[in-house]
């Protein structure tokens, strides 16, 4: 297991950009011979992301808080052969901006959940 975990005191919020006051990650897994199993899920709170609310009379782009969930596993079948299936955004989130002026929505961008199989053939 590993975790971390950021906090951002900001004396004056007018000024720093694109950094959220809290972030934190959490990533289990587990190896052996047989199979590899990995789970990560990352939270981040809303951030300003373009202008800053002071400036440009108020007009500015703040992204939405999000979480991320990510899970991969790897089967070894032989010595010289691995299945791999990954999923990314498995929680299916969206990233979602709003004006600092007026709180009004102002993109909203899904990329939806991923899921990924593959082989691995070593030789």
Known sequence: MQA?????SNSDPQVLTEASKKNYN??????DDLFALRASYTWRDK???LGLPGGYNGLGITTQARG???VNLTVNVTEQ???IA????VLDNVDKTRTTLGDLPADYFDVGRQILVGARFRF
């Open 81 to 83: 052969v691995s299945l």
């Open 86 to 89: 990954e999923a990314t955004n």
């Open 68 to 70: 991320n969930l990510d």
């Open 4 to 8: 971390n975990y950021t906090y951002i």
């Open 26 to 31: 959490i990533s289990g897994f587990y190896e």
């Open 47 to 49: 951030f300003v992301s």
